[in-house]
Structures are given as C-alpha cells and as structure tokens.
C-alpha cells in the first residue's frame, strides 16, 4: 500500500518489491535523522525564532506531541470530545481533558479551539438540522453562539483548565467582527458565574480567532485590534476561497494552498497581524508544505501548527533555510 500516492499494488513484481523496500528503508534512515530535532529550538539561519505546534484531537494525543518535542499544542479540536456519544461531555469531564492536556505541556502553549461543529461534522444529539449546503450554514462559532449554554459550559471548563497550564482559546470560523464580541461577552459571563461560585479559574486568559474565510481576510485588520492572536486554518480557507470541495474530485485542481489567490488571503492575514503586533500562526496542512513554509517564514509567520508526525520535518526545514 502506497500511502502517499493513495494506491494499492496487487501481485507487485520484483521490480516494484525492490522498489518500495528501497523507499521504505530510505524513509527508516531519514526518520532516524531527524531524532537530532527532537527539542531543539527552531531557528533560522538567520536567527529568526519561530515555533512549531502539533495539532491534536484527543487528550491522549499530547503523549506523542510531547515525544516529538513540539514547542506547544496549535491546536486541540475538542469536537472530538463530543463524538461517538449519546450526550454532550458535561463541565468536569471536560475540564479533566482539557488541563490534563496543559499539564502534560508543562506549560507551554494550549491553544485550544471551541466546538467546531456542522459542515462534514454532525453530531445527532445536537439536532443540527439538515442544510441543503451545510458548510455555507449554522457551524463553528455559529452553531455555538446560537446555543448559548453548551458554549458557556465549556467556556468554564476552559477557564478552569487554563489554571494548571498555558491554555489559550480560538474561535473557529469567525466571519465578522460582531460574533467577536459576542463570544468575549459570553465569556465575561462565563467568569463572573464562575467567581460567583467560589471556583478557580483564569482571569486574562488569551483569546484569539482562526481565519478559514475570505471574509475573515478581508476584515483581518479590524479583528487583530479585538483578539490576541490568529491562527490561519488553511484547509477550509483553501476551500472558501477557491468555492472548491478539497473531497470532490472533479474539483480537487482548484483545492490548491499554493494558488494565487490563497497565498494572497495568507499574506494579507499575517501582515495585518504583524502590523497589530499580535502572534500570528497556522493550524492547516500548509503549514508543513516544503513549498509554502519559505514564503511563511518571508511574510513573517510566529508558528507553524502540524500533524505530530510532521513536527520534527517542519522544524528541519524551518532550521536550514535563511
């Protein structure tokens, strides 16, 4: 099985056996290679210091971030907490998963993204109604905004957590100044009953937005004077901005990081936050691109937010170029 073509060899013959047990070794060797980047600092030739994140769906996953020697968690996409159930995970259950995953980054970053729900992702007991164009409709910071105390349930939690470690929180999907300032709304609410009730939380935890729209794009400068930082989820930014599902085939050419238009959106986004001097990263698969990560370090990107596999590849790239 081919992996990374997305094949599947039948009755393979001596040719293609020696073929991919050359590859296979070649892989073995470079794995191997890249264990002197285990924990190193990711710095340029240069000497610009960037950071790479690892991107992580379930508590347990940070036991590998940790082992890769990722500077951080980029992203925790806590959907996944509320998947394969009957109900939604209450306050305490999520507060468990959320600090376990700060303490076991001994403080560094968590940057942890509220319920990102709707699209490709449909919970049944949520009773998200079917849409004839579901990722155009009621998901992600929608959804939540819309059904106020499953948001505040886990805003607690989050606000609790963020006290045994580095948590920070991002809104997805934000499209529009107002929804902003709703959710920091919500959140104030979310700590005054919190204080209310004698339970400890963090006060100035950091808030910050992923920009996945062109409308986001086009407004980043607006936002970046509303939020700590932004985090640029290319995946569905690529998707928005080229009207291209990346699951369609006869469409997939468009679903393309590297086009014109995208490389554009990202650049716009990144000299917005920098002009606002607030932390800018990316959570989507360019992140780990050879071919995007150059241009990132250019336009003066903080931190690159990878699979945990990729950590340590990003990082010697990021480490051998100027």
């Given at each position: 099985?081919?992996?990374?073509k997305g094949?599947?060899?039948?009755?393979?013959d001596?040719?293609?056996?020696?073929?991919?047990?050359?590859?296979?070794?070649q892989?073995?060797?470079?794995?191997l290679?890249?264990?002197e980047?285990?924990?190193?600092?990711?710095?340029?030739?240069?000497?610009l210091q960037?950071?790479?994140?690892?991107?992580?769906?379930?508590?347990?996953?940070?036991?590998?971030?940790?082992v890769?020697?990722?500077?951080?968690?980029g992203?925790?996409r806590t959907?996944?907490?509320?998947?394969?159930?009957?109900?939604a995970?209450g306050?305490?259950?999520?507060?468990?998963?959320?600090?376990?995953?700060?303490?076991?980054?001994?403080?560094?970053?968590?940057?942890i993204r509220?319920?990102d729900?709707?699209?490709d992702?449909n919970?049944?007991?949520?009773?998200i109604?079917?849409?004839?164009?579901?990722?155009m409709?009621?998901?992600?910071?929608?959804?939540?905004?819309?059904?106020?105390?499953?948001?505040?349930?886990?805003?607690?939690?989050l606000?609790?957590?963020?006290c045994?470690?580095n948590?920070?929180?991002?809104?997805?999907?934000v499209?529009?100044?107002?929804e902003?300032?709703?959710a920091?709304?919500?959140?104030e609410e979310?700590?005054a009953?919190?204080?209310n009730?004698?339970?400890?939380?963090?006060?100035?935890?950091?808030?910050?937005i992923?920009?996945e729209?062109?409308?986001?794009?086009?407004?980043s400068d607006?936002?970046?004077?509303?939020?700590?930082?932004?985090?640029?989820?290319?995946?569905?930014?690529?998707?928005?901005?080229?009207?291209?599902?990346?699951?369609?085939?006869?469409?997939?050419?468009l679903?393309?990081?590297?086009?014109?238009?995208?490389?554009?959106?990202?650049?716009?986004?990144i000299?917005?936050?920098?002009?606002a001097?607030?932390?800018?990263?990316m959570?989507?698969?360019?992140?780990?691109?050879?071919?995007?990560?150059?241009?990132l370090l250019k336009?003066?990107?903080?931190?690159f937010?990878?699979s945990?596999?990729?950590?340590?590849?990003?990082?010697?790239?990021i480490?051998?170029?100027?």
């Amino acid at each position: 099985m081919d992996a990374v073509k997305g094949e599947i060899i039948s009755g393979a013959d001596s040719e293609s056996t020696k073929l991919y047990t050359d590859l296979k070794k070649q892989e073995e060797k470079e794995r191997l290679s890249l264990k002197e980047y285990i924990n190193r600092k990711t710095v340029t030739k240069s000497g610009l210091q960037k950071a790479v994140y690892s991107n992580i769906a379930k508590a347990e996953d940070v036991h590998n971030a940790v082992v890769n020697g990722a500077e951080g968690i980029g992203l925790f996409r806590t959907e996944f907490l509320y998947m394969d159930r009957n109900e939604a995970p209450g306050e305490d259950e999520q507060f468990e998963a959320y600090s376990t995953v700060a303490k076991a980054m001994g403080g560094k970053e968590v940057i942890i993204r509220t319920l990102d729900v709707g699209g490709d992702k449909n919970i049944d007991y949520l009773n998200i109604e079917k849409e004839d164009n579901p990722f155009m409709g009621l998901r992600a910071i929608r959804y939540c905004l819309k059904n106020r105390e499953l948001f505040k349930i886990q805003l607690r939690a989050l606000l609790r957590a963020a006290c045994y470690g580095n948590i920070k929180i991002i809104l997805p999907l934000v499209c529009t100044v107002d929804e902003v300032l709703q959710a920091k709304r919500i959140l104030e609410e979310c700590k005054a009953e919190l204080y209310n009730s004698g339970v400890q939380y963090k006060d100035d935890i950091k808030l910050g937005i992923m920009i996945e729209t062109p409308a986001a794009v086009l407004i980043s400068d607006e936002l970046a004077n509303l939020v700590d930082f932004f985090s640029i989820g290319t995946n569905d930014l690529t998707g928005y901005t080229m009207a291209a599902d990346r699951g369609n085939r006869e469409v997939s050419y468009l679903y393309d990081s590297n086009n014109t238009a995208v490389l554009k959106a990202i650049e716009l986004t990144i000299k917005n936050a920098n002009a606002a001097k607030i932390p800018v990263g990316m959570c989507g698969e360019a992140a780990a691109d050879p071919k995007m990560i150059p241009l990132l370090l250019k336009w003066g990107l903080d931190e690159f937010s990878v699979s945990t596999s990729r950590v340590l590849k990003t990082r010697k790239i990021i480490c051998q170029s100027e």
